[in-house]
């Protein structure tokens, strides 16, 4: 039987070792921990913000730089602890992460007091308001799913696929805040179902990309990565020193050693 129909995979521990593409659970936990840490604010200081009183909206911002502070070291330190990735791609994703992190750290407030001292009122202040919060947001959930599916080795039509669902994704949210701000309704415990169930959707999200990454041409093989490389099933080939004498005697065994024939003279 020929070579070419007849192979076998060799799978070797080291080989399995070097196509995983699992990120490892220290990474994932602690990925997922920086975004659980980074809503807690919402979930939690701002049913009590709704009380009223200066203390509690001090109480509210503080909780709030902590809580963004500390999810930008431990998702930046998460993307970095990948494994089965280079070291190039765990370098780009943390800096994005780290960069959307600090817009929302860093533009929200100063948006708001931008919007505080131009001297328009509340009511007039709404959607302008809802719109630039809505911006600086997607920034952020934009640079969290393509940080994180960088450092995962993931092609590019993931990334593009998860930024458009985070363009719809808070186009939605602002319609849906604009229209509770016009029926004046809302508070402590609509604030706290939107946020729980919009962390739901952030790690469907990440989910969804998971998959996507599972198909055939949606992650990226490493120059590391060695492809499967057939090996040919020897014990189904003929042996090259007895091949000729096959098809000299195709009926035949061939002759061993003491039984050659000599013609006589």
Request: hydrophobic letters at 50%; a positive charge.
């Amino acid at each position: 039987m020929s070579i070419g129909h007849n192979t076998q995979w060799q799978d070797s521990p080291e080989l399995k070792r070097q196509v995983s593409h699992h990120p490892g659970w220290l990474a994932r936990s602690m990925f997922m921990a920086a975004l659980i840490v980074g809503a807690l604010p919402a979930l939690v200081l701002a049913p009590i913000s709704f009380s009223g009183g200066r203390d509690t909206m001090v109480l509210f911002t503080f909780g709030t730089i902590v809580a963004g502070g500390v999810r930008l070291v431990l998702g930046a330190i998460a993307i970095v602890l990948v494994k089965n990735t280079t070291w190039v791609r765990r370098a780009i994703g943390a800096a994005i992460f780290v960069l959307g992190c600090l817009a929302l750290l860093v533009l929200s407030p100063i948006m708001s007091i931008v919007m505080g001292v131009s001297g328009i009122g509340p009511a007039d202040s709404v959607v302008p308001e809802t719109v630039i919060q809505s911006v600086v947001s997607g920034i952020y959930l934009s640079a969290v799913f393509c940080g994180w599916n960088i450092a995962r080795n993931r092609r590019w039509w993931i990334l593009v696929t998860a930024v458009a669902i985070t363009v719809v994704l808070y186009s939605g949210k602002a319609v849906f805040d604009l229209m509770l701000a016009a029926q004046l309704t809302g508070g402590a415990m609509v604030t706290v179902v939107v946020q729980a169930v919009w962390l739901v959707v952030v790690f469907g999200v990440l989910g969804l990309c998971h998959l996507l990454g599972r198909v055939p041409g949606g992650t990226v093989r490493l120059p590391n990565q060695p492809a499967r490389i057939p090996q040919p099933d020897y014990a189904s080939q003929p042996n090259p020193q007895t091949a000729h004498l096959s098809q000299t005697y195709p009926n035949q065994w061939p002759p061993g050693p003491g039984q050659q024939s000599y013609p006589h003279h």
